[in-house]
C-alpha cells in the first residue's frame, strides 16, 4: 500500500518562495497522476496543479497559475510544487494526493484522488 508523505512546509513572507515535496513509500507511484490540493481554514479543499503520468501534462488553478509550478522525479519517486510571488491568501494546509484510475478532465476534482498525504502547513504572513 502506497504512502505519501510531504515536507517542506512553514512560516513564508509574502512575496517569498516554498518548495513542497512529497515523496512516495511502500508502493510505486510511476504509473500514477499525481497532484497537489489546499484547503484554508474554513474553506473547501481547493485544486491546485496536477501532472500526468509521464510527468508531460499539467494543470493549474486558476489562482495559482503562473505562480506555481509541479514537477515530478520517477527516479526519487517525488512531486513537487514549487510556489513562487506567495500571498496570504495562499495560506493553507497543502496536500499531495495519487489519482491511478480516473481521466484527467476530472483531475481537478479531489473526489478524483485514491491516496492522500497529511498536509504540511503553509502559512503566508509578515
Known amino acids: 500500500q502506497v504512502q505519501l508523505v510531504e515536507s517542506g512546509g512553514g512560516l513564508v513572507q509574502p512575496g517569498g518562495a516554498l518548495n513542497l515535496t512529497c515523496v512516495a513509500s511502500g508502493r510505486t507511484v510511476s504509473e500514477g497522476k499525481m497532484g497537489w490540493f489546499r484547503q484554508a481554514p474554513g474553506k473547501e479543499r481547493e485544486f491546485v496543479a496536477v501532472?500526468?503520468?509521464?510527468?508531460?501534462?499539467?494543470l493549474y488553478g486558476d489562482s495559482v497559475k503562473g505562480r506555481f509550478t509541479i514537477s515530478r522525479d520517477f527516479a526519487k519517486d517525488a512531486v513537487y510544487l514549487q510556489m513562487d510571488s506567495l500571498r496570504p491568501e495562499d495560506t493553507a494546509v497543502y496536500y499531495c494526493?495519487?489519482?491511478?484510475?480516473?481521466?484527467?478532465?476530472?483531475?481537478?476534482?479531489?473526489?478524483?484522488?485514491?491516496?492522500w498525504g497529511d498536509g504540511p502547513q503553509v502559512p503566508v504572513s509578515s
Open positions: 501532472i500526468s503520468v509521464r510527468g508531460a501534462l499539467t
Open positions: 494526493a495519487l489519482a491511478l484510475i480516473d481521466p484527467w478532465s476530472l483531475l481537478h476534482l479531489a473526489s478524483s484522488f485514491d491516496v
